[in-house]
Nanobody, 115 residues
Framework: QVQLVESGGGLVQPGGSLRLSCAASGFTFSGYAMSWYRQAPGKGRELVAT???????NYADSVKGRFTISRDNAKNTMYLQMNSLKPEDTAVYYCSFQGFLTRYWGQGTQVAVSS
């Protein structure tokens, strides 16, 4: 069955960096656009970045120039390189894709940015 497993979250100081990974299985990873979402405490889930099957990318204005989304189809893995992190980036980060009838989600990985 479809599985999305995020990793790489943690506690980092403002200005620091983290790289999140999303390991995918159970579907043809290379054929789907993949996205990172995040949900901060007390807020709704927000789209952070998307990478298409052709590796075109889109970013939320709040992360443009700081975050980079990428994918390795040989490894069935998507990444989110996060630089110049800010306290407002604190959230649970989820990887996701839209299947035929269902949007699939991973379990999330916590990112906390604090001094």
């Amino acid at each position: 069955q479809v599985q999305l497993v995020e990793s790489g979250g943690g506690l980092v100081q403002p200005g620091g960096s983290l790289r999140l990974s999303c390991a995918a299985s159970g579907f043809t990873f290379s054929g789907y656009a993949m996205s990172w979402y995040r949900q901060a405490p007390g807020k709704g889930r927000e789209l952070v970045a998307t990478i298409t099957s052709a590796a075109s990318t889109n970013y939320a204005d709040s992360v443009k120039g700081r975050f980079t989304i990428s994918r390795d189809n040989a490894k069935n893995t998507m990444y989110l390189q996060m630089n110049s992190l800010k306290p407002e980036d604190t959230a649970v980060y989820y990887c996701s894709f839209q299947g035929f009838l269902t949007r699939y989600w991973g379990q999330g990985t916590q990112v906390a940015v604090s001094s």
